[in-house]
């Protein structure tokens, strides 16, 4: 089993950058799939982005052009790079590795952009 722990989240200006980490306590971090999550007030939590045990990454139109993610296998750490921001991405975030069926969540990293 393997935890991830997100850390990167604060508070930050409309415009303003922040990149979150997802660090993975043990090996093995490298087959899984990496995906970030977000879940603002009264809302369904929300996929942003993925990316592949290969680095192939995917995000969600909402945030295409602002947010990246990328992964460092040899770190067992993934990140989202997230610039530009805006009010509406003000959520708690957090990160995901998956295996086929199983999916193991970190405990969320609190990200707010004050309008």
């Known amino acids: 089993q393997v935890q991830p722990v997100e850390s990167g989240g604060g508070l930050v200006q409309a415009g303003g950058s922040l990149r979150l980490s997802c660090a993975a306590a043990?090996?093995?971090?490298?087959?899984?799939?990496m995906e970030w999550y977000r879940q603002a007030p009264g809302k369904q939590r929300e996929l942003v982005a993925s990316?592949?045990?290969?680095?192939?990454?995917m995000i969600v139109d909402s945030v295409k052009g602002r947010f990246t993610i990328s992964r460092d296998n040899s770190k067992n750490t993934g990140y989202l790079q997230m610039t530009t921001l805006k009010p509406e991405d003000t959520a708690v975030y957090y990160c995901?590795?998956?295996?086929?069926?199983?999916?193991?969540w970190g405990q969320g990293t609190q990200v707010t952009v004050p309008s």
């Open positions: 995901s590795l998956r295996d086929g069926s199983l999916i193991y």
């Open positions: 043990r090996t093995g971090f490298s087959v899984y799939v």
């Open positions: 990316i592949s045990s290969s680095g192939t990454p």
